[in-house]
């Protein structure tokens, strides 16, 4: 495990085996795991109860939406490892090994 997150009951987990888990704290098990990066996902941020981010040493930030259990977007915006996010309001900040800091503007009116 690299990275963890948490939002309300439910944790999240990254991983050097390149998945993505959510566990249910309330439940005590495994609810979830999410597979589609191509390396170690090394950062995790829930951006609402239902989307949680993840950033990868492949380079790419994918956005998973946990009512269907798939990727809804994948960001190429970076050309280093995702190191670190933070997330302020609608805000998401990523921070990379290619020396760029990024800013997202989400809009999750869809899926709260």
């Not at 704290?25 to 941020?45: A, D, P, Y």
């Not at 981010?53 to 269907?68: H, R």
Request: proline share 1%.
């Amino acid at each position: 495990m690299l990275c963890v997150t948490l939002e309300d009951n439910l944790l999240g987990t990254g991983s050097i085996d390149k998945t993505v888990r959510v566990w249910s704290l309330k439940e005590n098990r495994l609810i979830q795991v999410l597979t589609g990066h191509t390396r170690g996902v090394w950062c995790l941020k829930f951006l609402t109860k239902y989307l949680l981010c993840s950033g990868s040493y492949d380079s790419t930030i994918k956005i998973w939406n946990l009512k269907e259990a798939t990727c809804s977007r994948t960001l190429y915006s970076h050309t280093g490892p995702i190191w670190a996010f933070c997330k302020l309001g609608n805000t998401l900040v990523s921070a990379s090994q290619d020396k760029t800091v990024l800013n997202f503007l989400f809009f999750f009116s869809i899926i709260m």
